[in-house]
């Protein structure tokens, strides 16, 4: 089993930035890759970026620039975070930290993002 804790998320005004971590705890596979899917009202969930261990990065096109995910990996506690700058109002969204490793995907609780003036 894997848990995921995120913290972070809130309410920003356009323009503004936010910074996303999501701890995952447990049996850590030490192949793995952790990311950040997003959610909208009336929207399907959709990926944001995504890190694998070995640091390769991928982002969706419409936060390329704007979006730097990273991570801190330790034998049992791997760390993923989502540094939001330049904040649009079409970034509100729940925000859910995803983790797949050892053919297991797992999903945090999401924490919401609100961008408004």
């Known amino acids: 089993q894997v848990q995921l804790v995120e913290s972070g998320g809130g309410l920003v005004q356009p323009g503004g930035s936010l910074r996303l971590s999501c701890a995952a705890s447990?049996?850590?596979?030490?192949?793995?890759?952790m990311g950040w899917y997003r959610q909208a009202p009336g929207k399907q969930r959709e990926l944001v970026a995504d890190i694998t261990s070995s640091y390769s990065t991928n982002y969706a096109d419409s936060v390329k620039g704007r979006f730097t995910i990273s991570r801190d990996s330790a034998k049992n506690k791997n760390t993923v975070y989502l540094q939001m700058n330049s904040l649009k109002l079409e970034d509100t969204a729940v925000y859910y930290c995803n983790y797949r490793g050892g053919s297991k995907d797992y999903w945090g609780q999401g924490t919401q993002v609100t961008v408004s003036s």
């Open positions: 447990g049996s850590i596979f030490s192949i793995n890759v």
